[in-house]
């Protein structure tokens, strides 16, 4: 299927466990993204990567590992989950700036944590 | 810095009465503007952007904004709501240029069109 996917759509967690939530996109794109999405913040970038083995830090890094090893994927961990991290994930791609495309980003569907 | 603003958490409009959802930005170079719209339980969708040219943009689902750069200002715009317009809005910018592809988002403004 073309598009962006994520899983898992629901998550529940502990305090302290590891969880990773995967991000995988058909249209190789060259940038890919991670947000959360928080009642009163909207949504604030975590994590950002404009090519395979190039990552760069968004708004709220703490807390969060991001690795891309292959352009059409973008995993997401969390190390020692916390309350804090309860939130909507999602995963976004966009085309390379220059050209038509670019800057609009698509994004999957997210994934909803909840850490007790 | 960039940053956006949404001055409302809520708009309510009748029915077939023209609707205006506002968002004001802040960035040091020319901006890059953007309306995303989010059903529930789903990820947001691109509605139109300003990059450069006419202030007035049109966009998806007879969507449209205008671009007033003295006042800083994308208020999205529809001459005649529908029902299933309601949703949560999005208003986003990029500063360009940047180096990152990524763009700040508000906070969001939930409209809801009564029947």
């Known amino acids: 299927d073309a598009g962006i996917t994520q899983s898992p759509r629901y998550k529940i967690t502990e305090t302290g466990r590891q969880v990773t939530l995967m991000c995988h996109q058909t249209w190789s794109h060259s940038y890919m993204f991670w947000y959360r999405q928080d009642l009163g913040h909207g949504l604030r970038l975590i994590y950002y990567s404009a090519a395979a083995d190039i990552t760069d830090k968004g708004e709220v890094p703490d807390g969060y590992v991001v690795s891309r090893s292959k352009t059409e994927n973008f995993p997401l961990t969390l190390e020692s989950a916390t309350r804090s991290q309860t939130s909507v994930y999602f995963c976004a791609s966009s085309e390379l700036g220059a050209l038509p495309g670019a800057n609009v980003l698509t994004f999957g569907a997210g994934s909803r944590l909840t850490v007790l | 810095a960039q940053s956006v603003a949404q001055p409302e958490d809520q708009v309510n409009v009748a029915e077939g009465n023209p609707l205006t959802v506002k968002c004001t930005y802040s960035v040091s170079g020319n901006p890059y503007l953007f309306w995303y719209v989010q059903y529930p339980n789903r990820g947001l969708q691109f509605l139109l952007k300003?990059?450069?040219?006419?202030?007035l943009v049109k966009g998806s689902y007879g969507f449209e904004a205008e671009f007033n750069k003295s006042q800083t200002s994308f208020h999205l715009k529809k001459p005649s709501a529908l029902v299933s317009d309601s949703a949560l809005y999005f208003c986003a910018v990029r500063d360009m240029p940047t180096g990152a592809n990524n763009l700040f988002f508000g906070t969001g403004t939930r409209l809801t069109v009564i029947p």
């Open positions: 300003y990059i450069t040219g006419d202030n």
